[in-house]
């Protein structure tokens, strides 16, 4: 079973950086792309970024020019590094595979963007 744990996550100013990290144990498959996803309060979960094996990456529109997404497979660890958050970023970040999560979530991590 895959487990993740989620980190770096807390309170900032607009315009503020915080960078996330992620740990995953477990079995992932050898070429497994993993993603950030967050969810804001009454909101339905959405993919934040993916960064593929080889460490290729993708963001969704609000992000881009933002966020950075890497990965240390050496180390079993994402990262998502966040500058100029604004308050809209709000949410809780998990981390996960992507396109098919593991049915096993972490507990995320707290981000609140607010003056």
């Known amino acids: 079973q895959v487990q993740f744990v989620e980190t770096g996550g807390g309170l900032v100013q607009p315009g503020g950086s915080l960078r996330l990290s992620c740990a995953f144990s477990?079995?992932?498959?050898?070429?497994?792309?993993l993603a950030w996803y967050r969810q804001a309060p009454g909101k339905e979960r959405e993919t934040v970024a993916r960064v593929y094996w080889r460490g290729e990456t993708s963001y969704t529109e609000s992000v881009k020019g933002r966020f950075t997404i890497s990965r240390d497979n050496g180390k079993n660890t994402i990262y998502l590094q966040m500058n100029d958050l604004k308050p809209e970023d709000t949410a809780v970040y998990y981390c996960?595979?992507?396109?098919?999560?593991?049915?096993?979530w972490g507990q995320g991590t707290q981000v609140t963007v607010s003056s």
């Open positions: 477990g079995v992932i498959l050898h070429g497994a792309t």
């Open positions: 996960n595979t992507h396109p098919r999560p593991q049915r096993s």
